[in-house]
């Protein structure tokens, strides 16, 4: 199977090695973990031919015997070089019990460099950070962005390639798929969808309301980019019949996030400087499979799906990305990377002057010289002499800029 690199992790996680730090890829099922861990593989057996690597998948059953950490301790123990530099790859580590004891261990022995992967940001914010704290980095792997999606596609870029790449999501698995044939799309994204569902919320929370959870799920899917707070979306869903409490509602919430299916952004305080603790907005770490759950006709929610794939966007460049709250006016994301600001508007259509005055106007309240961006699908870009200094960039151009 043709394995295509992602340069933008690979680089990051070969910067990494052998400074004494275990590397973490973190992120969804199916985002494309695996696939990283043997590109870093492949590196190691061609840059360093003298290594001895070991790699372990708990995906396939020649390692099934491996259940907890002894057993993990043991496979490693036995194989380690005592000449050359070894690395430890554990694809699916959290499928190893109390695998951070094992994990401890060979650390704090210094033999060998490890990378893991894992699918549940509960297992790293509790297991890892107590037995492990300071001697990881977590790595996020995402879904692919505009510009990967092309590559794996082997797509042209173009609107017809945009318009694909905003109603089938960015799953690398896809690529074996005919994404113009809406069923074969419809299947490949349930499977996964399902997967993660069942494996690392519904079994690892031991959830018993599961109707609840996949209930809340298509809830947010069709409330992406809205403000809302726990106990408003408790009582959504109490008035659609499905009696709930604030407490519950923040665990289920939790679990969704913990497995990547869902992230959150705060709201940030644009003249204030500071991060508020209440109400927030809730995006898909993979816009495909918010469509799975709201249908794939992208009319009437365009908007949504056009914030969610400018937040990928952001963040995959490394971006912290918070809602900005401007007086009585919201900015749609506020990105800081280090020194580095810049505020963003999304919007379909530039299609009315009440349209143009709140996109661009509110960027124009803001008194700082940060860069700013009204993004949109408008055929026509470029500045708008009543509003100089706000960059308008096609959502097409923009998905293609470093930033």
């Not at 995006?283 to 499979?289: I, S, V």
């Amino acid at each position: 199977m043709e394995v295509i690199n992602r340069p933008i992790y690979l680089n990051h996680i070969v910067s990494l090695l052998d400074r004494g730090t275990m590397i973490i890829l973190i992120g969804q099922r199916r985002v494309g973990k695996s696939f990283m861990l043997k590109q870093v593989q492949n590196w190691i057996q061609m840059n360093i031919p003298a290594a001895n690597t070991l790699y372990i998948s708990k995906e396939l059953h020649a390692f099934s015997h491996i259940t907890n950490a002894d057993e993990l301790y043991k496979y490693v123990d036995t194989r380690l070089s005592t000449e050359h530099k070894n690395y430890l790859l554990i694809d699916e580590v959290q499928d190893i019990a109390h695998y951070e004891n094992a994990l401890r261990s060979l650390q704090a022995e210094d033999r060998c460099q490890i990378i893991a992967t894992g699918s549940n940001a509960y297992v790293f914010s509790s297991e890892l950070s107590t037995r492990l704290a300071g001697r990881y980095i977590e790595i996020p792997i995402h879904s692919l962005t505009y510009r990967e999606f092309l590559q794996f596609h082997k797509r042209e870029d173009s609107d017809k390639s945009l318009q694909e790449y905003l109603r089938v999501g960015g799953l690398p698995g896809l690529c074996h798929y005919d994404i113009s044939d809406e069923s074969q799309v419809r299947d490949y994204l349930q499977g996964v969808y399902n997967t993660v569902m069942l494996r690392d919320v519904i079994a690892r929370e031991s959830i018993r309301n599961v109707s609840f959870i996949e209930n809340l799920a298509s809830f947010i899917a069709d409330n992406i980019g809205k403000l809302v707070s726990t106990r408003n979306i408790a009582n959504t869903m109490t008035s659609l019949g499905t009696k709930t409490s604030d407490v519950a509602t923040a665990s289920y919430l939790r679990f969704l996030c913990n497995a990547y299916i869902i992230s959150t952004i705060q709201r940030y305080d644009i003249h204030g400087k500071r991060l508020f603790e209440q109400n927030y907005k809730y995006y898909f770490t993979d816009h495909g499979l918010r469509n799975l759950l709201c249908g794939f006709n992208l009319r009437g929610s365009i908007e949504k799906v056009i914030e969610n794939v400018i937040l990928l966007h952001l963040v995959v460049q490394g971006f912290r990305v918070a809602v900005g709250i401007l007086r009585n006016a919201e900015i749609d994301f506020v990105a800081t990377r280090g020194e580095k600001t810049i505020y963003l508007q999304a919007t379909y259509l530039l299609a009315s002057d009440e349209t143009i005055r709140r996109e661009f106007g509110n960027l124009q309240d803001i008194k700082d010289n940060y860069p700013k961006y009204v993004i949109s699908m408008d055929p026509v870009s470029g500045e708008l002499p009543e509003y100089p200094g706000i960059h308008h960039l096609h959502l097409r151009e923009f998905l293609k800029t470093d930033l």
